[in-house]
């Protein structure tokens, strides 16, 4: 099971930090966030391997940090310089093959939390 939280309510230029724990099993393959705006469709905004490796869409590279606490089976991500197009729903996802493989494909994550809503005002 995932369960996201940090989300909320910011200004544009502003910072969230959002988290994934993941509880009842480990997971071995690639983690990821995902985002959905009202009427769009469901996008990756960033992948983690469990050997750290990373990859980021084009849109928050340099402004979003993904990170993982392998102790504590949760996933983290830092968005900092906030802008009104990234307010949407953040969803965490986990695969059970490694992120070269799965990459940002949304229907080859198993598991998927319930989301946490990100809104960024003008």
């Known amino acids: 099971q995932l369960v996201e939280s940090g989300g909320g309510s910011v200004q544009s230029g502003g910072s969230l930090r959002l988290s994934c724990a993941a509880s009842?099993?480990?997971?071995?393959?690639?983690m990821g966030w995902f985002r959905q705006g009202a009427g769009k469709e469901r996008e990756g905004v960033a992948i983690?391997?469990?050997?750290?490796?990373?990859k980021y869409a084009e849109s928050v590279k340099g402004r979003f940090t993904i990170s993982q606490d392998n102790a504590k089976n949760t996933v983290y991500l830092q968005m900092n310089s906030l802008k009104p197009e990234d307010t949407g729903m953040y969803y965490c996802a986990a695969a059970d093959l490694r992120c070269f493989i799965v990459v940002m494909s949304t229907y080859k994550y198993r598991d998927w939390g319930q989301g946490t809503q990100v809104t960024v005002s003008s």
């Open positions: 983690i391997d469990p050997d750290g490796s990373t």
């Open positions: 009842g099993v480990t997971y071995s393959g690639c």
